[in-house]
Structure formats: C-alpha cells, structure tokens
C-alpha cells in the first residue's frame, strides 16, 4: 500500500531523532511491501528562521492531505525572547488546532531490561504498562476569559477552565475504546470535589458506562492519582483525564520509564477503535534539547516508538508496529544502549547507530 506521510523534523535534536525514525519506517516498507511517500516541512524555529511564522499555511495545508504527521521537537534558546511576537511553541498550538487533534496519547511501560534506569524502586515500577489520554483543546489553556489587569489593589488575572458535554464525551469514549484493546480497566481523573467542570466530567464518564459494560470504570482525583502514580503505577491501564491534569501527569509518568528518550506519544483527530484508521501526529514528548543537538547523542527510539504508534492508528498496520516494537527490544536486550539509559556492561551507541541497528531487526 501507498501512504502519504508529513515529516516535520522541527529543532534541536528534532532533525536527528526524525532521520532515524524515517530510516525504520523505510525499512518496514522494504520488509513489507508498503511505500511511505514522506513530504517535508519546517515547524517551530526552523519555520520561523524561514519564514517568520512558526507553522506556515502552506505546511498545514501539506499535513492535511496526508495520511499522518511526524514531528520531531520544536523550541531553543535562539527563540527563548519573552518579547518575542512569535515563538515556536506557537506552531504547536496551531497544528493542533489546524488538524482537529483532541486526544493525547502516551503510553508508558518499563521494559524489564531498562527496570535499573529509573530512580524508582525496580519492585515499584515492575509491570507497569498504561496509556496515558489527555484532552487536548479544552480546559484553561483555551477557556474564556483569559487575561491579566491592574486595579487600584494590585494586578489579577483569570483563566476560565470550561468544557462542553460533546468535548468530554469524546475524549472519554477514547478512553474507554483503548481499554477495550487492553486490560479492560479505565481510570478517569478528575476534581469533582471542588470544580464544577470536573463534577460535569465524573457524570459523563458514569453516563456513558453502560455502552462498555466490558471495561471496569474507577473515578480518582487528581492529586490522589498524582500520588498512587508513585506509590503502585502498575495498578493503572488507561488514564483520562482533561488538559491542565493530563499535562502534569503525563510528565510525571514519563520518568518511571527512566527517560523521555523512551516515550512516544500520538495525537489524534478521532476515537481510536480496532480496524479503523485516525488522522494522528506523532512525536516524542521529549523536547529539542539543543546542548545535543549535532552530537550523535539523542536517544531515536521514543521518536521511532511515535512511528509505530503511526503504523497502528493511522495507517492500519498493527503487525509492522508490533514488528518496530519487537525490533526495538532486540536491540535493548542485546545490550546496546545510548547515553541516557546507559548502565554498566551495556554497549554505548550514538543516535545513528542505534537507528541503524532497529532497522536492521526489522523482520
């Protein structure tokens, strides 16, 4: 089969990280008979170097003709000017918007050859393996009012924390059909104990429980989750929560696999459901990390996990992302490692290296 992808390569390290996961892909393509036709843009600060805005028209129109988006990482010091008019978190913000994407996804799970990289207990961090499905265009980032004034007391600002029936119906039907592909367990993460959107929230997930009679639906507030993420994060299948929630949450998640080098995400414009392919952009949730850019020292493997993810949810290829997925583990398992999940005994590798090493395990 033929498919169109969008490759945004981004900054910092984004260029790197994006090249290996393009060389995986080729190799699937090579192994299974696909071809993966790639279209190429700027985002973020090369965008804005380019062309003075960090998402242009023309690649938004170039993402939306495609089947799925690859990004890498956007930002660095070179735009870091609070003054700025524009800044390359801007083009995040805007794809986003531009492309319908709702849902966040990222999963999280501690492979057992990498249970020493983590600061966490091994006995703790033993078995987990969850998705994390965070809302992503409702809630205080985009709520209204939303600004700052002076008064004859001093400043104040105010952000509006809203949400619609349909925007928390959707996102939580997210939830629930990935449960039904896994454990069969939901968790839905809110504050109804003091906001009203969070109590509108709980009754929506309660309402729609009867359509998945088949997953078994917990409710938990927010900072209760915050602490049993620590305390027994192996108890979790799939989490759902609102924005603000999901921001911090999945940050704090991220470190019980040891790196961000370990961790894709996948943002998507649809409900995902067995058979059925979504409109996604894929990206590692790690940033641009510009002190090793041009090194040879980003770990690609979160970036090329994103390509798998890819595989499975847009483009309807659930054994060629299984085939990355077993590549990736061969690797680990044979010892080779780069800089941030190095351990004693285990073979360090630069970012092309390791690229090339998955590729080569493609079966």
């Not at 192994?31 to 804005?48: K, M, P, Q, T, W």
């Not at 089947?67 to 800044?87: C, E, M, Q």
């Not at 794809?95 to 006995?123: Q, W, Y």
Request: hydrophobic share 40%; net charge neutral.
């Amino acid at each position: 089969m033929r498919f169109e992808l969008a490759v945004l390569p981004g900054d910092g390290v984004g260029p790197e990280v994006v090249a290996e996961a393009v060389k995986v892909l080729q190799a699937v393509g090579r192994r299974s008979g696909h071809e993966f036709v790639l279209h190429y843009g700027d985002i973020g600060g090369a965008a804005i170097d380019k062309h003075g805005v960090s998402l242009t028209k023309d690649t938004l129109k170039m993402c939306k003709r495609c089947h799925a988006v690859l990004l890498g990482a956007v930002g660095g010091p070179k735009w870091d000017d609070p003054l700025a008019k524009v800044r390359p978190e801007d083009g995040l913000l805007e794809i986003r918007k531009g492309l319908g994407l709702f849902a966040n996804l990222r999963p999280v799970k501690v492979l057992p050859m990498l249970i020493d990289s983590t600061s966490l207990k091994p006995e703790v961090i033993r078995g987990v393996d969850m998705v994390m499905v965070r809302e992503l265009t409702g809630g205080l980032y985009f709520g209204k009012p939303k600004r700052q004034w002076r008064t004859s007391k001093g400043r104040r600002a105010v952000d509006s924390m809203t949400y619609s029936e349909a925007e928390i119906e959707r996102i939580i039907r997210a939830g629930y059909e990935l449960a039904r592909t896994r454990r069969r367990k939901l968790t839905s993460v809110d504050k109804a104990n003091v906001l009203e959107s969070s109590r509108l929230w709980r009754q929506i997930a309660i309402e729609l429980s009867p359509d998945y009679s088949d997953v078994e639906l917990e409710h938990q507030l927010v900072d209760a989750c915050a602490m049993r993420l620590i305390q027994s994060p192996s108890q979790f299948d799939v989490i759902v929560t609102e924005n603000t929630f999901g921001d911090i949450l999945t940050d704090e998640a991220s470190m019980l696999a040891g790196s961000l080098g370990m961790l894709p995400s996948a943002s998507i414009a649809g409900i995902p459901q067995a058979g059925k392919r979504i409109f996604g952009l894929y990206e590692p949730i790690h940033g641009s990390a510009p002190r090793r850019a041009g090194q040879n020292m980003a770990n690609p493997i979160a970036t090329i996990l994103s390509g798998a993810m890819m595989l499975r949810y847009s483009l309807g290829l659930a054994a060629e992302a299984d085939k990355v997925e077993t590549a990736i583990n061969s690797v680990l398992e044979d010892g080779y490692r780069t800089y941030d999940i190095m351990s004693e005994g285990m073979k360090k590798m630069g970012t092309r290296e390791m690229g090339e090493l998955i590729a080569s395990k493609i079966a």
